[in-house]
């Protein structure tokens, strides 16, 4: 994944898998469909670019403007390793995160069985 030039990620509206993200953190200029998963960890243009998944031609275009550019694949790659570190990191933002949730459940008064709200 590190050595690849580019890497394409293409995905029709579903479940966005760990492949992105971990090209992401290997710092790969990425073309990715312009899907909602993938919006949701990519900005076009900062993190990667994206394609209209059934736009072949659009996506050889975009895989040959960044084999072409290297500059644009290394600020594309850079800033996608950027933004998995601030927001996936396990030590610094993921596992933080989850403790403080756990810790808020565990301060919130047990319900007994016939105590729940509907």
Known sequence: MQVSRV???LTYSFVLSWSLLEAMSAGAAIVASDTPPVKETMVDGETG???NF???VGLVEKTC???DDEALREKLGTAARKHIVD???LKR???PKHLERVDQLAKQPVLGP???TS
């Open 54 to 56: 059934f736009d072949q």
């Open 114 to 116: 016939n105590q729940f």
């Open 65 to 67: 403007q960044l084999l």
């Open 49 to 51: 670019l994206f394609v």
């Open 7 to 9: 890497h394409i990620y």
């Open 87 to 89: 927001h996936y990191d």
């Open 93 to 95: 933002t993921c596992l």
